[in-house]
């Protein structure tokens, strides 16, 4: 039998009580386990960061998680950070690099929330830092007074394209909300793969046919078995790490 692909999933590094913690939220794993049937492994995010090329090189895919804090604006020549603006500079300089690398050794990547933001910004594009104040634009956050499964419902439809258009069977899907930032400016190489009723890029892809790279705005590892468009997406992925270990084994 083939071999469970590897899956590197970047942590946060975070304060809990007196010290600090390298943290994955168990949804991500989960979703990683019984929605891709990989094995994950934990990418510490550490300032310096670890030797990130020999890393990848022993894994089989890479998944760009979702979390509370947002990407230091200087990353990406943006205005200066609004008060009570959460940030992880350890995870900046893990996770920025890694796409890159990523891309360049043809790993397979998964991104979802602050992973697509990611995405976004390490290949040169920009955010908006409070989309909820940009004339036009709706506010994409959730009602954080409300239960789990209301914040993770579905929030607004999205237009889709390509292969998201392909997975889900349709050029339309609904999608839970749940982010204060977004894409402004499009990063080099992506292509559009779904857009919000407002004009706001939801989903991208990497332009290449050696490299599988997937970001979506929305968080499809949330009860991803019971949704089959969300659990569709992380099969696409699961598909190319496979693909991936085979060519490693």
């Not at 979702?66 to 020549?77: L, T, V």
């Not at 998964?110 to 506010?139: F, I, P, W, Y």
């Not at 258009?165 to 400016?185: E, F, P, Y």
């Given at each position: 039998?083939?071999?469970a692909?590897?899956v590197?999933?970047?942590?946060?590094?975070?304060?809990?009580?007196?010290?600090r913690?390298q943290?994955?939220?168990?949804k991500?794993?989960?979703?990683?386990?019984?929605?891709?049937?990989?094995?994950?492994?934990?990418i510490?995010?550490?300032?310096?960061?670890?030797p990130?090329?020999?890393?990848?090189?022993?894994l089989d895919?890479?998944?760009?998680t979702?979390?509370?804090?947002?990407?230091e604006?200087h990353h990406?020549?943006?205005?200066?950070?609004?008060?009570?603006?959460l940030?992880?500079p350890?995870?900046?300089?893990?996770?920025?690099?890694?796409v890159?690398?990523?891309?360049?050794?043809?790993?397979?990547?998964l991104?979802?929330?602050r992973?697509?933001?990611?995405?976004?910004?390490?290949?040169?594009?920009?955010l908006h830092q409070k989309?909820h104040?940009v004339?036009?634009?709706?506010?994409?956050r959730e009602?954080?007074?409300?239960?789990?499964d209301?914040q993770?419902?579905?929030?607004?439809?999205?237009a889709?394209?390509?292969?998201?258009?392909r997975?889900?069977?349709?050029?339309?899907?609904l999608v839970?909300?749940?982010h204060?930032q977004?894409v402004?400016q499009?990063?080099?190489?992506?292509v559009?793969e779904?857009?919000?009723?407002?004009?706001l890029?939801?989903?991208?892809?990497?332009?290449s046919?050696?490299?599988?790279?997937l970001?979506v705005q929305?968080?499809?590892e949330?009860?991803?078995?019971?949704n089959?468009?969300?659990?569709?997406i992380?099969?696409?992925?699961a598909?190319?790490?496979?693909a991936?270990?085979?060519?490693?084994?």
């Amino acid at each position: 039998m083939p071999r469970a692909p590897l899956v590197g999933l970047p942590s946060d590094s975070k304060p809990i009580g007196h010290h600090r913690y390298q943290a994955v939220g168990e949804k991500y794993v989960r979703a990683v386990v019984e929605a891709a049937g990989a094995i994950p492994v934990m990418i510490p995010s550490m300032s310096p960061p670890l030797p990130l090329r020999e890393l990848l090189e022993r894994l089989d895919g890479l998944f760009l998680t979702g979390s509370y804090s947002n990407i230091e604006p200087h990353h990406y020549s943006g205005p200066a950070s609004y008060p009570g603006n959460l940030h992880d500079p350890a995870r900046d300089a893990t996770s920025l690099p890694l796409v890159s690398l990523a891309i360049e050794m043809h790993l397979p990547v998964l991104a979802v929330c602050r992973g697509m933001q990611e995405v976004n910004v390490a290949l040169g594009g920009t955010l908006h830092q409070k989309v909820h104040d940009v004339s036009g634009l709706n506010d994409h956050r959730e009602d954080e007074s409300a239960d789990l499964d209301v914040q993770y419902g579905p929030g607004h439809p999205v237009a889709l394209s390509g292969s998201l258009a392909r997975i889900a069977g349709a050029d339309t899907a609904l999608v839970n909300s749940l982010h204060g930032q977004g894409v402004d400016q499009l990063g080099r190489g992506l292509v559009v793969e779904a857009i919000a009723p407002d004009g706001l890029i939801e989903a991208v892809r990497l332009d290449s046919d050696q490299s599988f790279l997937l970001a979506v705005q929305w968080h499809p590892e949330w009860k991803v078995t019971e949704n089959p468009f969300y659990l569709g997406i992380f099969q696409e992925f699961a598909a190319a790490c496979r693909a991936r270990a085979a060519l490693r084994d």
